[in-house]
């Protein structure tokens, strides 16, 4: 079955501090895998995307990895502030010409001061 | 500024009765997406539509409704026939270039039922 999976589902931290969010993902054929912040009431956006080779990402404070032999991504967050506030949603492709995408049921994160 | 706009951003819903949901695009996209957001649940695909005049049943297309007349234009009907509307609502668009294009995505419609 195909399926994607975040954790935790909810994470707190204190501004400035970093943070790792993950994805674990099983799907077949894999595309690409990009992960979305999304703020209350808005709708996702797009940091950042990974293909099959690639293993790391950058976005600003916002580093992607990814290693497909073990079907994981990590999102990092470094020197947290209080707007990185937001769910954090992976969204993998996958089907091949069918270009299908499964959502992750996001992380959410909330900064402290 | 191009982008996404749905409205309304909050809507009520009566039961029995039938209600659209508008989703206007500016970015010259030929795809456009509807999606169901509820908690503890990813988005869900209701219905897609690659051209004009043209759309498909997503994975839970059951009680809506879609017509795709213009590029820029993509409404949902969420018809009385969906007995659980209550929940957010996200139009989004996708250019046909390169095969890595995000997903663009509107701020979303809040349904709930009176």
């Known amino acids: 079955k195909n399926q994607v999976e975040q954790s935790p589902q909810s994470l707190i931290i204190l501004e400035g501090k970093n943070c790792t969010l993950q994805?674990?993902?099983?799907?077949?054929?894999?595309?690409?895998l990009r992960w979305y912040k999304q703020d209350t009431g808005r709708g996702p956006v797009s940091l950042t995307i990974m293909t099959f080779s690639e293993n790391t990402k950058s976005n600003g404070r916002y580093t992607a990895t990814l290693d497909a032999d073990t079907k994981q991504s990590s999102l990092h967050i470094t020197a947290s502030q209080l707007s990185d506030s937001a769910s954090y949603i992976c969204?993998?492709?996958?089907?091949?010409?069918?270009?299908?995408?499964?959502f992750g049921t996001g992380t959410l994160l909330a900064v402290q001061p | 500024d191009g982008g996404i706009t749905q409205s309304p951003k909050y809507l009520f819903r009566k039961e029995g009765q039938n209600v659209t949901l508008s989703c206007e695009q500016n970015l010259n996209h030929d795809a456009m997406y509807w999606y169901r957001q509820d908690p503890g649940q990813g988005l869900r695909l209701i219905y897609y539509?690659?051209?004009?005049?043209?759309?498909q049943k997503g994975d839970i297309a059951e009680g809506y409704s879609v017509s795709r007349e213009k590029k820029e234009s993509f409404p949902l009907t969420v018809t009385s026939a969906q007995k659980n509307p209550t929940a957010f609502y996200l139009c989004?668009?996708?250019?046909?270039?390169?095969?890595?294009?995000?997903?663009?995505f509107g701020d979303g419609t809040r349904l709930s039922i009176l």
């Open positions: 994805c674990n993902y099983t799907v077949s054929p894999f595309s690409n």
């Open positions: 539509s690659q051209i004009v005049n043209d759309f």
């Open positions: 989004a668009s996708r250019g046909q270039g390169r095969k890595d294009q995000p997903q663009h």
């Open positions: 969204v993998v492709t996958y089907g091949g010409a069918t270009n299908k995408l499964i």
